[in-house]
Protein backbone atom coordinates (compact mmCIF):
# COMPACT_ATOMS: atom_id res chain seq x y z
CA UNK A 1 0.00 0.00 0.00
CA UNK A 2 0.75 3.39 -0.87
CA UNK A 3 1.71 5.74 2.00
CA UNK A 4 -1.09 8.51 0.77
CA UNK A 5 -3.47 5.41 0.75
CA UNK A 6 -1.98 4.42 3.88
CA UNK A 7 -2.65 7.76 5.37
CA UNK A 8 -6.02 8.73 4.08
CA UNK A 9 -7.03 4.86 5.20
CA UNK A 10 -5.82 5.61 9.17
CA UNK A 11 -8.02 8.55 8.60
CA UNK A 12 -11.03 6.72 7.36
CA UNK A 13 -10.55 4.08 10.64
CA UNK A 14 -10.18 6.64 13.18
CA UNK A 15 -13.60 8.62 11.24
CA UNK A 16 -15.79 5.67 11.42
CA UNK A 17 -14.35 4.54 15.10
CA UNK A 18 -16.52 5.89 18.27
CA UNK A 19 -13.92 4.96 20.68
CA UNK A 20 -10.13 5.34 20.32
CA UNK A 21 -8.00 2.98 18.29
CA UNK A 22 -4.94 1.42 19.45
CA UNK A 23 -1.81 1.66 17.07
CA UNK A 24 -1.87 -2.37 16.67
CA UNK A 25 -5.90 -2.17 15.61
CA UNK A 26 -4.28 -0.05 12.90
CA UNK A 27 -1.05 -1.85 12.35
CA UNK A 28 -3.64 -5.29 12.01
CA UNK A 29 -5.99 -3.67 9.11
CA UNK A 30 -3.45 -2.21 7.65
CA UNK A 31 -1.05 -4.75 7.58
CA UNK A 32 1.92 -3.07 8.64
CA UNK A 33 4.41 -2.57 11.15
CA UNK A 34 3.35 -0.68 14.69
CA UNK A 35 6.49 1.96 14.22
CA UNK A 36 5.08 2.30 10.55
CA UNK A 37 1.85 3.34 12.04
CA UNK A 38 3.80 5.35 14.64
CA UNK A 39 5.50 6.95 11.87
CA UNK A 40 2.20 7.97 9.55
CA UNK A 41 0.37 9.19 12.57
CA UNK A 42 3.53 11.84 13.54
CA UNK A 43 2.96 12.64 9.62
CA UNK A 44 -0.66 13.17 9.87
CA UNK A 45 -0.65 15.44 13.33
CA UNK A 46 2.47 17.30 11.29
CA UNK A 47 0.14 18.23 8.90
CA UNK A 48 -2.05 19.63 11.00
CA UNK A 49 -5.17 16.86 10.94
CA UNK A 50 -6.40 16.62 14.39
CA UNK A 51 -5.73 13.47 15.83
CA UNK A 52 -5.35 12.65 19.68
CA UNK A 53 -3.82 10.44 21.45
CA UNK A 54 -0.90 8.24 22.21
CA UNK A 55 0.87 5.08 22.04
CA UNK A 56 -1.09 2.21 24.75
CA UNK A 57 -4.07 4.39 24.73
CA UNK A 58 -5.43 4.93 20.86
CA UNK A 59 -6.45 7.52 19.14
CA UNK A 60 -9.13 9.48 18.22
CA UNK A 61 -9.76 11.85 15.51
CA UNK A 62 -11.56 15.48 15.88
CA UNK A 63 -15.08 14.74 14.73
CA UNK A 64 -15.67 18.33 13.10
CA UNK A 65 -12.17 17.35 11.05
CA UNK A 66 -13.42 17.31 6.86
CA UNK A 67 -11.36 16.12 3.89
CA UNK A 68 -12.71 15.98 0.16
CA UNK A 69 -15.77 14.05 -0.30
CA UNK A 70 -13.92 12.23 -2.88
CA UNK A 71 -11.24 10.79 -1.66
CA UNK A 72 -11.91 6.99 -1.92
CA UNK A 73 -10.02 4.08 -2.21
CA UNK A 74 -10.33 1.49 -4.88
CA UNK A 75 -12.03 -0.92 -2.28
CA UNK A 76 -14.61 2.00 -2.19
CA UNK A 77 -14.69 2.70 -5.55
CA UNK A 78 -15.58 -0.85 -6.33
CA UNK A 79 -18.07 -1.28 -3.53
CA UNK A 80 -19.81 1.83 -4.77
CA UNK A 81 -19.96 0.13 -8.21
CA UNK A 82 -20.78 -2.86 -7.03
CA UNK A 83 -24.02 -1.11 -5.12
CA UNK A 84 -24.72 0.46 -8.46
CA UNK A 85 -25.03 -3.00 -10.21
CA UNK A 86 -27.32 -4.09 -7.39
CA UNK A 87 -29.17 -1.22 -7.95
CA UNK A 88 -29.81 -1.63 -11.39
CA UNK A 89 -31.67 -5.23 -10.88
CA UNK A 90 -34.43 -3.60 -8.64
CA UNK A 91 -37.85 -3.05 -9.73
CA UNK A 92 -38.02 0.61 -8.81
CA UNK A 93 -37.03 3.20 -11.17
CA UNK A 94 -36.50 6.09 -9.61
CA UNK A 95 -33.94 4.48 -7.24
CA UNK A 96 -32.25 2.96 -10.58
CA UNK A 97 -31.82 6.56 -11.74
CA UNK A 98 -30.29 7.69 -8.88
CA UNK A 99 -28.02 5.14 -8.38
CA UNK A 100 -26.75 5.60 -12.00
CA UNK A 101 -26.78 9.75 -11.58
CA UNK A 102 -24.24 9.04 -8.36
CA UNK A 103 -21.68 7.02 -10.89
CA UNK A 104 -21.78 9.57 -13.23
CA UNK A 105 -21.08 12.22 -10.90
CA UNK A 106 -18.24 9.93 -8.92
CA UNK A 107 -16.99 9.28 -12.30
CA UNK A 108 -17.05 13.26 -13.31
CA UNK A 109 -14.77 14.08 -10.91
CA UNK A 110 -12.44 11.30 -9.95
CA UNK A 111 -8.79 11.23 -10.88
CA UNK A 112 -7.43 9.45 -14.13
CA UNK A 113 -5.68 7.07 -12.29
CA UNK A 114 -8.94 5.89 -10.21
CA UNK A 115 -11.05 5.70 -13.60
CA UNK A 116 -10.15 2.03 -14.80
CA UNK A 117 -11.89 1.14 -10.73
CA UNK A 118 -14.70 2.10 -12.39
CA UNK A 119 -13.93 0.81 -16.12
CA UNK A 120 -12.99 -2.27 -15.16
CA UNK A 121 -13.74 -3.63 -11.68
CA UNK A 122 -12.73 -6.52 -10.28
CA UNK A 123 -16.39 -7.32 -8.58
CA UNK A 124 -19.54 -7.90 -10.48
CA UNK A 125 -22.84 -9.60 -10.35
CA UNK A 126 -24.51 -12.15 -12.36
CA UNK A 127 -25.77 -10.61 -15.69
CA UNK A 128 -29.50 -10.94 -15.95
CA UNK A 129 -32.09 -8.60 -16.65
CA UNK A 130 -33.36 -5.59 -14.36
CA UNK A 131 -36.99 -6.01 -12.89
CA UNK A 132 -39.88 -4.01 -14.55
CA UNK A 133 -40.10 -0.97 -13.22
CA UNK A 134 -42.84 -0.60 -10.18
CA UNK A 135 -46.01 0.73 -10.99
CA UNK A 136 -45.96 3.15 -8.47
CA UNK A 137 -43.48 5.97 -8.25
CA UNK A 138 -41.56 5.04 -4.82
CA UNK A 139 -40.18 8.80 -3.77
CA UNK A 140 -43.56 9.93 -2.17
CA UNK A 141 -43.51 6.73 -0.18
CA UNK A 142 -39.88 7.56 0.62
CA UNK A 143 -40.73 11.05 1.26
CA UNK A 144 -43.67 10.18 3.68
CA UNK A 145 -41.15 7.89 5.96
CA UNK A 146 -38.56 10.65 5.80
CA UNK A 147 -41.30 12.71 7.23
CA UNK A 148 -42.57 10.53 9.67
CA UNK A 149 -46.78 10.97 8.13
CA UNK A 150 -48.96 8.61 7.30
CA UNK A 151 -50.29 7.56 4.43
CA UNK A 152 -53.88 6.42 2.64
CA UNK A 153 -53.65 3.32 0.61
CA UNK A 154 -55.78 2.24 -1.95
CA UNK A 155 -54.29 -1.92 -1.93
CA UNK A 156 -55.01 -5.06 -3.82
CA UNK A 157 -54.14 -7.99 -2.06
CA UNK A 158 -53.52 -10.90 -3.65
CA UNK A 159 -57.12 -12.51 -4.23
CA UNK A 160 -57.87 -9.36 -6.19
CA UNK A 161 -60.04 -7.41 -3.31
CA UNK A 162 -59.50 -3.68 -2.85
CA UNK A 163 -58.86 -1.71 0.49
CA UNK A 164 -58.32 1.36 1.84
CA UNK A 165 -56.03 1.53 5.01
CA UNK A 166 -54.41 4.35 6.96
CA UNK A 167 -50.41 3.04 7.68
CA UNK A 168 -47.22 4.30 9.24
CA UNK A 169 -44.57 3.86 7.00
CA UNK A 170 -41.63 1.92 8.26
CA UNK A 171 -38.90 1.26 5.39
CA UNK A 172 -39.23 0.57 1.94
CA UNK A 173 -37.68 -2.63 1.54
CA UNK A 174 -36.85 -4.65 -1.39
CA UNK A 175 -37.23 -8.69 -1.36
CA UNK A 176 -35.58 -10.18 -4.96
CA UNK A 177 -36.69 -7.71 -7.39
CA UNK A 178 -39.87 -6.99 -5.91
CA UNK A 179 -40.11 -3.29 -3.68
CA UNK A 180 -42.43 -4.18 -0.38
CA UNK A 181 -43.35 -1.00 1.76
CA UNK A 182 -42.96 -2.04 5.46
CA UNK A 183 -45.98 -0.25 7.57
CA UNK A 184 -47.86 -0.10 11.06
CA UNK A 185 -51.44 -1.05 9.77
CA UNK A 186 -54.60 1.02 11.82
CA UNK A 187 -56.77 -1.12 10.84
CA UNK A 188 -54.90 -4.43 11.67
CA UNK A 189 -52.94 -3.00 14.53
CA UNK A 190 -49.80 -4.77 13.06
CA UNK A 191 -46.81 -3.91 10.74
CA UNK A 192 -47.62 -5.29 7.58
CA UNK A 193 -45.97 -5.56 4.19
CA UNK A 194 -47.27 -4.14 0.94
CA UNK A 195 -46.03 -5.11 -2.89
CA UNK A 196 -45.55 -1.74 -4.14
CA UNK A 197 -47.07 -3.28 -7.40
CA UNK A 198 -50.69 -3.92 -5.76
CA UNK A 199 -50.57 0.00 -4.27
CA UNK A 200 -53.27 1.70 -6.28
CA UNK A 201 -53.36 4.74 -4.83
CA UNK A 202 -51.54 6.71 -2.46
CA UNK A 203 -51.85 10.24 -0.51
CA UNK A 204 -49.83 11.99 2.38
CA UNK A 205 -51.73 12.64 5.29
CA UNK A 206 -50.37 15.70 7.14
CA UNK A 207 -51.35 13.69 10.15
CA UNK A 208 -48.00 12.24 11.76
CA UNK A 209 -47.31 9.53 12.72
CA UNK A 210 -48.31 8.45 16.63
CA UNK A 211 -44.22 8.13 17.62
CA UNK A 212 -40.74 8.70 17.01
CA UNK A 213 -39.90 7.50 13.06
CA UNK A 214 -36.56 6.22 15.55
CA UNK A 215 -39.33 4.61 18.08
CA UNK A 216 -41.30 3.12 15.05
CA UNK A 217 -38.26 1.22 13.48
CA UNK A 218 -37.64 -0.11 17.13
CA UNK A 219 -40.99 -1.58 17.37
CA UNK A 220 -40.98 -3.48 13.81
CA UNK A 221 -37.36 -4.50 14.76
CA UNK A 222 -38.35 -6.26 17.65
CA UNK A 223 -41.93 -7.20 15.54
CA UNK A 224 -39.35 -8.60 12.96
CA UNK A 225 -37.04 -10.81 15.20
CA UNK A 226 -40.03 -12.18 16.71
CA UNK A 227 -41.52 -13.82 13.50
CA UNK A 228 -38.06 -15.50 12.90
CA UNK A 229 -37.75 -16.65 16.10
CA UNK A 230 -41.41 -18.28 15.26
CA UNK A 231 -40.10 -19.76 11.67
CA UNK A 232 -36.76 -20.84 12.85
Known amino acids: MRKADRLFQIIQILR ?3 RPVTSSELADELEVARRTVYRDIAHLIAQ ?90 TRRLRLAIRQGRKLELDYRAADGTVSSRIVWPVLLGYADRHSLLIAWCQSKQAFRHFRTERILKVEILAEPIGVSRSRLRQQWQQWRDAEMGKSG
Request: glycine share 8%; charged share 20%; net charge negative.
Open 16 to 18: RSS
Open 48 to 137: RVPIEGEAGFGYVLDPRYDMPPLMLTPDEIEAVVLGVQMVARLNDAAIRNAASDVMAKITSVMPPDLLPYIAEPAVGIKPGAAGGDAALD
